[in-house]
């Protein structure tokens, strides 16, 4: 079935460092990918997403590619923030949302 | 805010117990969508209902039960609760019938905790 993998946390890194989140998935079909963030105490919000291959999306400083001929969707950052401490989760749509295991980040001042 | 709500916010209950969880989805979407987010088992699909209509299923148990009302929301039904129930439980909402152009917006969640 459609799975998903992402680089097990957790992650620390100080402010205005790179950040990337790797994510890699298994899929019959064409799905499209997305990334979702989870801030503490709080529910999950979209991201960023990509719906074909060679799609990028972004979203508050955050991109990822959709690479068909490596079926990988990284996250990336180029100067991370404390407020961007979160559990990061890669998802893709299938007909069905499939969510890899959260990875999770912490910036330090 | 996603305009996703969910009540309760936390639940405590025993064990054996029922209790309902209930969603309103986003002003306009048809979809709504039931997720349990546990250590063990990380973020897992449980079912989605289209304008009233159940869609797909996923890993739900036979003890839950779901279902979406004439007026969009749904409410989810955990009955003969374990232990091993205790999670955050997510509903999520989106437009269609969850094609692949289809996003899912989330609520907070409800925390449930069986004693």
């Known amino acids: 079935g459609d799975s998903v993998t992402q680089m097990e946390g957790p992650v620390t890194l100080s402010e205005e460092a790179f950040l990337t989140i790797n994510c890699t998935y298994t899929?019959?079909?064409?799905?499209?990918l997305f990334w979702y963030v989870q801030y503490p105490g709080e529910g999950l919000q979209l991201l960023l997403k990509a719906t074909k291959a060679d799609d990028k999306g972004s979203n508050k400083g955050f991109e990822a590619t959709y690479r068909k001929e490596t079926t990988s969707f990284h996250l990336e950052k180029g100067s991370v923030q404390v407020s961007d401490s979160a559990v990061y989760f890669c998802?893709?749509?299938?007909?069905?949302?499939?969510f890899g295991a959260g990875t999770t980040v912490t910036v330090r001042a | 805010d996603s305009g996703v709500t969910q009540t309760p916010k936390h639940l405590i209950t025993a064990t054996g117990q029922r209790v309902t969880l209930r969603c309103s989805p986003r002003?306009?979407?048809?979809?709504v969508y039931w997720y349990q987010q546990s250590l063990d088992q990380g973020l897992q699909f449980l079912i989605q209902?289209?304008?009233?209509?159940?869609?797909a299923k996923g890993n739900i148990l036979e003890r839950f039960s779901a279902q979406q009302f004439p007026d969009l929301h749904s409410e989810l039904n955990l009955s003969s609760l374990e232990l091993g129930d205790s999670a955050l439980y997510f509903c999520a909402s989106s437009v269609g019938a969850g094609d692949l152009t289809d996003t899912q917006y989330f609520g907070p969640g409800t925390r449930l905790t069986v004693l």
């Open positions: 899929a019959t079909g064409y799905p499209s």
């Open positions: 998802a893709l749509d299938d007909y069905k949302l499939s």
């Open positions: 002003s306009g979407d048809l979809s």
């Open positions: 209902y289209y304008n009233g209509e159940e869609r």
